[in-house]
């Protein structure tokens, strides 16, 4: 069983910054992907960023601004987000995909207010 946990999230002004984090525990394997995805009110989930081996795909929306990185050795999945925007706003979660199933955190909340 693998289990999830995001922190990080917050209040921040248009242009600030945050780093959001997801301690992953239970059976992890480093080959498998972690991305991060964010919900907005109203609007479907979306991928934002994803890692597999190292190599990294973010969203055009986000291209530039965010960075996705992983630390294998703490199980532990990171999104710095700079020049956060006010349509960054949404509930951020992790994901981690085993090729059998994919497990979610449970989301935190990052609003960026104009």
């Known amino acids: 069983q693998v289990q999830l946990v995001e922190s990080g999230g917050g209040l921040v002004q248009a242009g600030g910054s945050l780093r959001l984090s997801c301690a992953a525990s239970?059976?992890?394997?480093?080959?498998?992907?972690m991305g991060w995805y964010r919900q907005a009110p109203g609007k479907q989930r979306e991928l934002v960023a994803v890692?597999?081996?190292?190599?990294?795909n973010y969203a055009d929306s986000v291209k530039g601004r965010f960075t996705i990185s992983r630390d294998n050795a703490k199980n532990t999945l990171y999104l710095q987000m700079n020049s956060l925007k006010p349509e960054d706003t949404a509930v951020y979660s992790c994901?981690?995909?085993?090729?059998?199933?994919?497990?979610w955190g449970q989301g935190t909340q990052v609003t960026v207010s104009s």
């Open positions: 239970g059976t992890i394997f480093s080959v498998n992907p």
């Open positions: 890692i597999t081996s190292g190599i990294t």
């Open positions: 994901s981690y995909n085993n090729r059998l199933r994919v497990y």
